[in-house]
């Protein structure tokens, strides 16, 4: 294929990808992008993410990424509805900038991961597994999905099919290795809930770390995921090795199990609790 015939087969996808992801703000510490009507993503320059969902009378901010000047003014730029800020769990780069805000959501399986902390000085409004959240036909569904953390949770949008997951399932690379542990069939559980959403018409897994994938995960990604996890728990996993990662990341000798886009970390003495 010829220089010009490339470029002939490049410009529509590129064409294509700019109608459907537009970037509408951009600062020093981050940018956002419109990935469908009334669904942005915030991009941070050290990776992390959040999502703005909007509805009719509210919106919704999923995480709040790590250090983010004013973000509740950069959010204003894109709302002025009410704001509800939920946090798919504890970690400080899902977290960081709280502070900005008045009031946040989380399951209280995770107030665990709070105590390292300096306190919260708003008010804490603790979701629930399958609670409903009423932006204004716009409705989201709050699953809890541990195993990352105990509270983690994952977002529901019904209606366009999107789960927003965190670091539930990994953005490539789920991290199972951290304190307090999870035994694996813990993740194996969250792992088939998420299927059996995915029977019922979820078909965009958007992850909490969006800039290492730039696009939702499919069905296919969560298949891999359990098929990894169960050889884990069944003991035939062949292929893990150990996972080098030069910080410190909650365990003495961490191994890492890889297939295809799915990765996980995990610790071999914590597999069975
Ligand atoms: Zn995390
Ligand atoms: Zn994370």
């Given at each position: 294929m010829n220089k010009k015939s490339i470029l002939l087969l490049a410009f529509p996808l590129l064409m294509g990808w700019m109608a459907s992801a537009q970037s509408v703000y951009k600062n020093q510490d981050l940018e956002i992008t419109k990935l469908e009507d009334h669904l942005w993503v915030f991009e941070t320059t050290d990776k992390t993410t959040m999502y703005l969902i909007e509805g009719e009378k509210k919106a919704m901010l999923i995480d709040t990424g790590t250090k983010c000047e004013k973000l509740n003014e950069v959010v204003r730029a894109i709302t002025k509805k009410p704001l509800v800020v939920l946090l798919t769990h504890m970690h400080g780069d899902h977290a960081g900038n709280i502070d900005q805000f008045g009031e946040i959501w989380f399951h209280?399986?995770?107030?665990?991961?709070?105590?390292?902390g300096k306190p919260y000085q708003g008010k804490i409004h603790f979701v629930a597994d399958n609670q409903i959240f009423d932006l204004g036909k716009k409705k989201l569904q709050i699953i809890h999905m541990p195993?990352?953390?105990?509270?983690s949770i994952v977002v529901l949008d019904h209606a366009a099919g999107n789960c927003f997951s965190g670091d539930a399932f990994g953005s490539g690379q789920v991290w199972l290795q951290l304190k307090p542990y999870a035994p694996i069939k813990t993740y194996i559980s969250s792992l088939v809930r998420m299927e059996t959403l995915m029977d019922m018409g979820i078909t965009k897994i958007y992850c909490g770390h969006y800039p290492y994938v730039k696009k939702a995960y499919d069905r296919s990604y969560i298949q891999t995921m359990l098929k990894l996890a169960k050889s884990l728990d069944d003991g035939t996993a062949r292929n893990a090795v150990p996972f080098d990662r030069k910080v410190s990341i909650g365990c003495e000798h961490p191994m890492i199990l890889t297939e295809g886009v799915a990765s996980i970390v995990y610790d071999p003495e914590h597999l069975k609790y």
């Open positions: 209280p399986a995770d107030t665990v991961l709070l105590k390292n195993a990352h953390t105990p509270g």
